[in-house]
């Protein structure tokens, strides 16, 4: 079992950064691989980044590759989601999911890979 909680949400203008932060409860969090989605209103949720149990692999979504970056502090328990020139775009709840594997370079890619969600946080970019 794990829990996530997100945080670093917020509103910003157009070109802006936000740093968004999940942490994850228990001590087995090395066992996870874990991945970054988001969910704009009326639409389905979607996968943005994706990072192995090392943190030797990563993956993107091509909307968003070249300005954002996955990255994970296993002494911390939290993976993190730099977002730089941010677009209106990018509007949208953002959740961390954690997948339990044993495949230390794996990554998933889709929302039914994941079987713990944290609550989500808004992310509002204006024009």
């Known amino acids: 079992q794990v829990q996530l909680v997100e945080s670093g949400g917020g509103s910003v203008q157009a070109g802006g950064s936000l740093r968004l932060s999940c942490a994850a409860s228990?001590?087995?969090?090395?066992?996870?691989?874990m991945g970054w989605f988001r969910q704009a209103p009326g639409k389905e949720r979607e996968f943005v980044a994706g990072i192995s149990r090392s943190g030797g692999a990563t993956s993107y979504a091509d909307s968003v590759k070249g300005r954002f970056t996955i990255s994970r502090d296993t002494a911390k328990n939290t993976v993190y989601l730099q977002m730089n020139s941010l677009q209106p775009e990018d509007t949208a709840v953002y959740y961390c999911g954690a997948r339990f594997t044993v495949r230390i370079d794996s990554i998933f890619g889709r929302v039914s890979d994941y079987g713990y969600w944290g609550q989500g946080t808004q992310v509002t970019v204006a024009s």
């Open positions: 228990g001590r087995t969090f090395s066992t996870y691989a």
